[in-house]
């Protein structure tokens, strides 16, 4: 059963690939490189948090879930992703779940 805490690392990390990928998307870098970058961010934050198993499950799915609610435009207030359209932040938030994803399949067990 996940914890509070645990819940606030799956979010952290969501948060983390969300915001690197819609920094890298809007500067035109979002390339092999920024992905390397997006990793290590979200990894020393794992890392730090003690390397919890299944966090980054948790969080591959809190993505999918943010890319349900922007499309519903129903996503959190404090998302702050000015300047770019709704089906791009979509697309961000869905690329973001799924490098989460594809991360936790190579480095974590869902719980």
């Known amino acids: 059963m996940a914890t509070t805490r645990d819940d606030d690392l799956a979010r952290a990390l969501a948060s983390r690939a969300f915001s690197r ?15 390397g970058l997006i990793r290590e961010a979200v990894l020393q934050v794992w890392q730090d948090a003690g390397s919890p198993p299944g966090a980054v499950h948790r969080a591959a799915v809190l993505g999918a879930e ?26 961000l938030a869905e690329q973001a779940s799924a490098f989460l994803a594809a991360l936790a399949a190579e480095i974590d067990a869902p719980r």
Do not use: M
């Not at 990928?21 to 992905?35: C, P, R, S, T, Y």
């Not at 207030?77 to 979509?90: K, M, P, Q, V, Y």
């Open 21 to 35: 990928h819609v920094a890298f998307d809007a500067i035109g870098a979002l390339d092999a490189d920024a992905i």
């Open 66 to 91: 943010l890319a349900r609610l922007i499309a519903e435009d129903q996503a959190p207030a404090d998302l702050e992703t000015a300047g770019i359209s709704r089906e791009r932040e979509i697309a």
